[in-house]
């Protein structure tokens, strides 16, 4: 049984082309259902995010199904095979392995270290569950890719440090004030940075949130969804001196926060200690702001150099992580390795038991004057000679299975004693053996 890969991600493939074989909730299950019925294809699954389309298959003829796959993404989306097949990879065995579990462990992703791929890795994999187009293979095969994601986290920092601008300001937000929990936040904006960032603090447990908007109803909404309390963008001076922590966001063309707003209300706040990000750009906190004492203001700049430091940080954590996928990678196809050995042993034992049977029988006939314990002493020594034999040999084969050279060593045992072909020994008549007992 082979494991294969066939898909497209951002690396290969631009969005315009993504989308267009992406696979919705609504379209999933009649993709598996359609791709579980091909010829060659005897487990299926489909990974589908906005960054990548993946079918990992399971089959015995991985290049029938490969082209199977490739065919049936051809008809499902409507798309004809010659105008996207430039776009897409196929990786077979160890080199899909070791694929899925960089995946999974946020290895290949865009932002190294990001946690959202492994939700929706197991997200798939518990479709195709579901379905029942995943089988012994791929149910082990993405067991082991959470097994690697979950030693990849615990193991390394890889996401410990802030890749996005929005929680980046959080993460400075931690630094200057240890404990949120007691902490006012005002967040001017609604937009996808600004919305972010005040669901970062919200899973921060920050006190109480300040949601202020040009669009009122906007900040409401926000605010809503939030649990905070929105303002209009016109009583940002006044509610300044009841916030720790202020991040913008918006698309101003002048300054919204100046230093006298700031001045006043940090007299209010007895010089209780503010911080800023602004976020924006062009900028809405008047960098003069900075030059006032107990206020700590951040830019973008600033974030982005943050951002630079903590992705080369995750590079370095990336090094150990890729040790540990490699790791799974191999006890993987140990395993898989381990599934071709267990037939042959099956039928070694059966051929040495079938042999050990006829000849005990052959010499219990010789000797009809033997008592029941004594025809019993012969059994057992028969089997205890058949067992020994086979002790060595089998647990050799068990462990070279694990190397490159298992399929090697299967394939010599079953041409050495026939194990897919006829037994001539059991087929002679017991005449012509019997002459080994005289």
């Not at 890969?5 to 609504?26: C, I, M």
């Not at 030693?151 to 937000?173: C, D, F, H, N, P």
């Not at 590079?315 to 050995?341: C, M, P, T, Y």
Request: aromatic share 8%.
């Amino acid at each position: 049984m082979r494991v294969i890969l066939v898909g497209l991600n951002y690396k290969t493939a631009p969005v315009e082309v993504r989308e267009r074989f992406s696979f919705s909730q609504s379209l999933l299950e009649a993709g598996l259902s359609k791709l579980s019925q091909l010829k060659n294809v005897e487990e299926c699954l489909i990974l589908s995010t906005c960054n990548r389309v993946e079918i990992y298959a399971a089959s015995e003829k991985a290049e029938e199904c490969v082209e199977d796959i490739k065919k049936f993404l051809s008809d499902f989306h409507k798309v004809v095979l010659d105008h996207f097949s430039s776009y897409l990879y196929v990786m077979l065995d160890q080199t899909a392995v070791r694929h899925l579990f960089r995946v999974a462990s946020s290895l290949d992703s865009m932002v190294i270290g990001e946690p959202q791929i492994l939700g929706q890795v197991k997200e798939a994999y518990r479709a195709a569950h579901i379905m029942r187009t995943s089988g012994l293979i791929l149910n082990r095969l993405f067991h082991s890719a959470f097994f690697v994601a979950k030693r990849v986290r615990a193991e390394t920092k890889i996401g410990s440090q802030a890749v996005s601008v929005s929680y980046a300001a959080v993460e400075l937000a931690k630094r200057i004030f240890d404990d949120l929990s007691k902490r006012t936040v005002m967040v001017i904006g609604t937009g996808d940075m600004a919305e972010l960032a005040a669901k970062h603090l919200v899973a921060a447990s920050i006190k109480d949130l300040v949601i202020a908007n040009r669009t009122f109803e906007s900040a409401e909404s926000l605010a809503y969804r939030l649990k905070g309390k929105a303002i209009r963008i016109e009583e940002v001076h006044y509610f300044l001196r009841n916030v720790d922590i202020v991040i913008t966001a918006t698309g101003s063309s002048d300054f919204i926060i100046r230093p006298q707003h700031v001045r006043e209300a940090l007299k209010l706040r007895k010089n209780e200690p503010m911080f800023m990000i602004d976020m924006a750009v062009p900028r809405d906190i008047d960098p003069r702001v900075e030059e006032i004492p107990n206020i700590y203001l951040y830019d973008i700049d600033d974030l982005n150099g943050v951002l630079d430091e903590n992705l080369k940080i995750r590079r370095e954590h990336a090094k150990k992580a890729e040790e540990i996928v490699l790791q799974g990678e191999q006890d993987f196809q140990k395993w898989i390795n381990g599934l071709s050995v267990v037939p042959a042993i099956i039928s070694l034992r059966k051929r040495f038991e079938e042999i050990k049977d006829v000849e005990v029988q052959k010499a219990l006939r010789r000797l009809s004057s033997l008592s029941e314990r004594e025809m019993k002493i012969i059994e057992g020594m028969a089997a205890g000679i058949v067992g020994k034999i086979l002790h060595n040999p089998v647990t050799n084969l068990k462990r070279e299975t694990a190397t490159s050279l298992g399929s090697l060593y299967v394939d010599t045992l079953n041409r050495l004693f026939e194990l897919d072909g006829k037994d001539e020994f059991l087929e002679e008549n017991d005449e012509a053996s019997a002459k080994d007992w005289e």
